[in-house]
Structures are given as structure tokens and as C-alpha cells.
């Protein structure tokens, strides 16, 4: 049992490089992976979870535009597809580092490309499923979450420190989120557009906040270079003279 506790550890703490998680659900959300990726099978590459996730957030864009033409049941039918995003979107990258063959700016690159097509998939489906004078929702919703996105790559530019998280919140709370804003419009008609505004005024919220942070830490670090610089030239001021001296 022992040894068991500790490649789970091991596996835990392979699954971790390069991404900073400060999510409410990281500690159930990293076992789950650190479990599931031990059974993913050998055939099935991280491309492919790649796909499946794509596929996952196609299948609700899908789902939300039959429930507008064929039946409300279409509503509920969308909720798996959620899982079958968070499988392959948090599997993917977290297999690769699993088996070994990690392709850092490969996986990162597609991942962030995917990710967003995905997004707008759903966001497409909401504004086949909304009613005219609330369609402009999805949009609005959509180019908020894309902020949140670039948030996201411009502080792993800055900081070296990739987090796709915004305090305790991240992707898969998002998910639940929108599970639950999806589930009680099927209950109750009309919820999904104040349930959208809410969520949309929570974006603007957290976005501005992380701006705010990135462009802080990217004062600092214009700061630091500065100064690094300032010291360089300091040093190599008297080595220049030097070597004039010399040569003359």
C-alpha cells in the first residue's frame, strides 16, 4: 500500500509541471487525472484527447441548437458534453507529461487554438438558441472569456508562470458553471439569459483584476530590466575606455 501512496505522489507531481493551479477544485481535479491517465489507452495519444475535448464543446454547441429546433430534452443531452471536454482538455497536456513526451510550445500553441475555437462552438449554439433580443449575450460572453484567455498567455510571458486559473476560479468551475446555467433552463425558460449577464459581469470583474495584475508585474519586470541594464553599462563603461586606451 505504501508503494502505491507513492507512485500516486510521484504521478501527482509529474502531472504539475509547468502550470500553476490555484482552482477551488485543483486537489480533486489532479487526482482525477493522476488516476485517469494511468488508463488511458497506449493508442490514444495526446492529439487525440485533444479532439475528444474539441469534441466535447462541438457536441454542446450542437446540442443547443436542437433543443431549439427539436425538443428541450436537447438541453440536458449538452451536460456530458462538458465531460467529455474536461477529459481530453485536462488529460491531454497532463499525458503527454505522464508518458514522457511532453512538446511544451506544441501543446501549448494547440492547446490555446483549440480551446477557443471550442469556446465559440458553444457560444455559436447559444445565439442559434436565443431569442433575438438576447443573442448579442453569447457574443458578449465569448470575447469576455477570450480576454480571460489572453490574460492568461500574457502572464506566462511576463511571469514565466503559466496559470489558466483566475484566483479560485478556472476552467472546470467554469464548466460546472455553465452545466448549471444550461440544467435551469431546462427547468426554468428564460434563466439562461440572467444566468448569462451574472456570469458575464463576473468575467469583467475577475478580467480587469488580472489586467490590472499582469500590467503590474510587467511594470516590475520593465523595472528590473532596467536596472539590470543601467548595471551592465556601468560595468562595461570602464572596460570600453580601457580598451581605447589600449588601441590607441
Do not use: H
Not at 10 to 21: G, M, V, W
Not at 167 to 175: A, K, N, S, Y
Not at 184 to 197: K, M, N, P, T
Amino acid at each position: 500500500m505504501k508503494n502505491n501512496k507513492r507512485s500516486f505522489s510521484s504521478i501527482l507531481k509529474t502531472i504539475a509541471q509547468d502550470r500553476d493551479r490555484t482552482n477551488i477544485l485543483r486537489n480533486w481535479e489532479q487526482k482525477s487525472i493522476a488516476y485517469l491517465v494511468q488508463r488511458v489507452p497506449k493508442w490514444l495519444s495526446s492529439d487525440g484527447l485533444t479532439a475528444i475535448g474539441f469534441f466535447g464543446n462541438l457536441y454542446v454547441g450542437i446540442c443547443l441548437v436542437l433543443a431549439l429546433y427539436v425538443s428541450d430534452i436537447f438541453l440536458l443531452l449538452s451536460l456530458p458534453g462538458f465531460l467529455i471536454n474536461w477529459y481530453g482538455d485536462s488529460l491531454d497536456g497532463r499525458l503527454a507529461y505522464y508518458r514522457n513526451t511532453p512538446r511544451k510550445w506544441y501543446g501549448f500553441s494547440l492547446d490555446v487554438t483549440v480551446d477557443w475555437v471550442g469556446l465559440s462552438m458553444i457560444g455559436l449554439g447559444y445565439f442559434f438558441y436565443a431569442l433575438p433580443q438576447w443573442k448579442w449575450l453569447g457574443f458578449i460572453f465569448v470575447v469576455l472569456y477570450g480576454w480571460e484567455m489572453i490574460t492568461a498567455q500574457l502572464r506566462y510571458k511576463v511571469t514565466g508562470t503559466y496559470s489558466i486559473d483566475s484566483g479560485i476560479v478556472g476552467p472546470t468551475e467554469l464548466r460546472v458553471v455553465l452545466i448549471a446555467i444550461i440544467a435551469g433552463e431546462y427547468f426554468f425558460r428564460g434563466s439562461i439569459y440572467y444566468a448569462v449577464i451574472i456570469a458575464c459581469l463576473i468575467l469583467v470583474y475577475t478580467n480587469f483584476t488580472d489586467t490590472i495584475k499582469v500590467l503590474k508585474a510587467a511594470d516590475e519586470r520593465d523595472a528590473i530590466e532596467k536596472k539590470e541594464k543601467a548595471e551592465k553599462l556601468a560595468k562595461e563603461g570602464p572596460r570600453k575606455i580601457d580598451t581605447l586606451v589600449l588601441k590607441e
